[in-house]
């Protein structure tokens, strides 16, 4: 069965960094899309950046320049590299593995890691 775990979440002022980890389970990492979310409060869940099994990288406009997406396909292990940190990047975060490698979907996702950053 498909298992992702993010680890990484935490308290943060702003302009600080945080490094987030999801380790995968259960499929080959390898060859499939893998992509981090966030979702705030009162908001839907979001896209912020993509990576497929060839190294394309996706960001969206609130990630691009601040946030590195990386994966270790030896390891199983997808990363986000969060730098300069702001109070409206304060979401919880999820990484999520796509139904193949486009990347235009998505099918199933992690518990999610809490990321909060106050000023």
């Known amino acids: 069965q498909d298992q992702l775990v993010e680890s990484g979440g935490g308290s943060v002022q702003a302009g600080g960094s945080l490094r987030l980890s999801c380790a995968t389970y259960?499929?080959?990492?390898?060859?499939?899309?893998m992509g981090w979310f966030r979702q705030a409060p009162g908001e839907e869940r979001a896209l912020i950046a993509s990576?497929?099994?060839?190294?394309?990288?996706k960001y969206s406009d609130s990630a691009k320049g601040r946030f590195t997406i990386s994966r270790d396909n030896a390891q199983n292990t997808l990363f986000l590299q969060m730098n300069n940190l702001q109070d409206e990047d304060t979401a919880m975060y999820y990484c999520a593995r796509g139904s193949d490698d486009s990347c235009g979907a998505f099918a199933v996702w992690g518990q999610g890691t809490q990321v909060t950053v106050s000023s």
């Open positions: 990576i497929s099994s060839r190294f394309l990288i």
């Open positions: 259960g499929f080959p990492h390898r060859d499939v899309c």
